[in-house]
């Protein structure tokens, strides 16, 4: 299983517009982050977990230039507005619907903004087509599963996702996005090969989780390894990374995970 991080870093980007803090003007470019999504491939089955607003900038950096199953955690903005893009993927479907599986909340949200888009077959060539299907807890392949569980974020709930690839017994855990984690989500990511949490910044907010309890949930967990995104200018890549306890690293865009 390989696990791609297109983006980790939170709604407003960094740097953020008009912002001159020591991380917005970092040279590191782990400080450089655009919007979180990740593209997990699963003994060849492409998945990718939303579209931000760089995900066609994401795509080209990445090399990403297949893609078979779409997932949309929730609606908001930073996971949701690029998915126009995802037309080129349509393209290379001949024009058949990419099905978008996600919440209601999503559904409705796809619905108000891309209402062009909801149809059985693209309109014409370089279009894009979704057809919509609320996401199951479990999305069985011949290459593997892919296990989803609610996560409470605010006035919404966003999709927590868990892949197993068939092939090596390979898990993988997608937290973003919650503020925190049901018993039900934890019992499913137990004895996962790594974990990705939604750990925004230092200080408490009142619909993600902060860097102490996402840290007090990969204690919990207590797999291998545990990634943090979602990640605001309040974190510098170099120095936050000293700070973590053992287990735990912060994401960067482009990094790549091998399982």
């Not at 087509?129 to 199951?136: C, G, H, N, W, Y």
């Not at 599963?145 to 690839?165: A, D, K, M, Q």
Request: overall charge negative; some cysteine; glycine content about 8%.
């Amino acid at each position: 299983m390989e696990v791609i991080f297109l983006g980790t870093g939170t709604s407003q980007g960094v740097p953020m517009i008009a912002c001159e803090c020591a991380v917005c003007l970092s040279k590191d470019p782990r400080n450089q982050r655009t919007r979180a999504s990740i593209h997990v491939v699963m003994d060849g089955l492409h998945v990718q977990v939303d579209a931000t607003p760089e995900f066609r900038l994401q795509c080209l950096r990445e090399k990403i230039d297949r893609l078979d199953v779409f997932i949309l955690t929730h609606g908001h903005a930073d996971h949701i507005n690029g998915m126009d893009d995802l037309r080129r993927f349509c393209d290379l479907l001949g024009g058949e619907a990419l099905t978008v599986f996600t919440t209601d909340e999503g559904m409705g949200r796809v619905l108000s903004i891309f209402p062009y888009a909801v149809a059985e077959k693209a309109v014409s060539r370089g279009y894009a087509a979704f057809k919509l299907v609320e996401m199951p807890p479990l999305l069985e392949f011949p290459q593997g599963t892919i296990r989803s569980t609610l996560l409470p974020h605010g006035g919404v709930n966003t999709l927590g996702l868990v892949f197993e690839e068939k092939s090596s017994g390979k898990k993988f855990v997608y937290y973003n996005d919650c503020k925190r984690v049901p018993r039900e989500a934890i019992g499913l990511a137990q004895g996962a090969d790594a974990v990705v949490l939604d750990g925004l910044r230092p200080e408490l907010h009142p619909t993600h989780m902060n860097i102490d309890e996402a840290c007090a949930v990969a204690a919990e967990l207590a797999a291998p390894v545990c990634y943090l995104t979602h990640l605001t200018h309040a974190i510098d890549y170099q120095a936050w990374s000293q700070k973590l306890p053992p287990g735990v690293q912060l994401a960067h865009d482009g990094l790549r995970l091998t399982l």
